[in-house]
């Protein structure tokens, strides 16, 4: 695992940016793993900007998000099928039939998680994967537990990522209880994944997911143990390395 520390968010986002245009220009058949939040939002931004200056091309890129919740289609807003539109594939020429985020209205959802598990794996698994932080150490929403589960489920929501998320919504209470995501299998076979962390919330859970033991309670621990992940973080979120 490298650590990146960047100056502030905007080096962070076009430092990540710069990593994942590397792979479109060299892969252009890439299977992009992506994550929506907050975090990302620069990195798609910075994209965004090297497609319009003609640097890269998404015309064969395929897509797999991590994660959506239960309950809500493409046209709520809060979705992370909506979030991926507005924030990138609007923006640039990928095809939105290569584009994969789980169903949130499907009528079964474990069925859907089973199926979106077998959509990845018959794509080959993900070439690069982007994750965020959740600020309990979440990474798509693969939640603190016992164990790691590894294919990808339905998932109940804790109640610190609720009050987190709660921020997105008109109310604590519209937030959905459950969401399908990817579990550590595909994320962990990913050939490459970037870590996304910026502000001081996420200091905590960046300080015990890089330098803790590796722990289910703390899910993105388990990235010390790809052979391939950086993570690209500002100051503010890296301040613990400067303690003592
Ligand atoms: C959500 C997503 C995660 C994301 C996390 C952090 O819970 N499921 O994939 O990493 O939020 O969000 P933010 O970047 O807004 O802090």
């Known amino acids: 695992m490298k650590l990146l520390v960047c100056n502030d968010y905007d080096e962070m986002s076009k430092k990540a940016a710069a990593l994942i245009a590397a792979q479109v220009k060299l892969f252009p ?26 640097e890269i091309d998404f015309s064969e890129i395929e897509t797999v998000n991590l994660d959506e919740y239960v309950g809500l289609g493409p046209d709520h807003e809060q979705s992370y099928r909506h979030f991926m539109n507005k924030q990138l594939f609007n923006h640039v020429n990928i095809d939105p039939e290569m584009t994969h985020v789980p169903n949130g209205l499907a009528a079964n959802p474990e069925e859907e998680a089973e199926n979106y598990e077998m959509m990845v794996e018959c794509l080959g698994g993900i070439d690069l994967q982007v994750l965020g932080l959740g600020p309990n150490g979440h990474i798509g929403f693969n939640e603190p537990d ?21 921020r997105f ?15 550590v299998k595909q994320i962990m076979q990913a050939g490459k994944i970037i870590l996304l962390v910026n502000g001081e919330k ?10 803790g033991p590796v722990t289910p309670d ?24 400067y303690d003592d």
């Open 218 to 241: 703390l899910p993105a621990s388990i990235l010390q143990l790809h052979p391939d992940c950086t993570v690209f973080a500002d100051e503010a979120a890296c301040e613990w390395i």
């Open 169 to 183: 919504f008109a109310s604590r209470a519209e937030v959905p209880h459950q969401a399908i995501t990817l579990g």
């Open 202 to 211: 996420k200091a905590r859970a960046l300080k015990a997911a890089v330098t």
């Open 29 to 54: 058949e890439s299977i992009l793993g992506l994550a929506t939040g907050s975090t990302p939002i620069g990195t798609y931004d910075e994209l965004i900007r090297l497609y319009n200056a003609g």
């Open 146 to 166: 016992s164990f790691f589960t590894p294919a990808t489920h339905v998932v109940n929501l804790s109640k610190e990522t609720i009050d987190a998320n709660s």
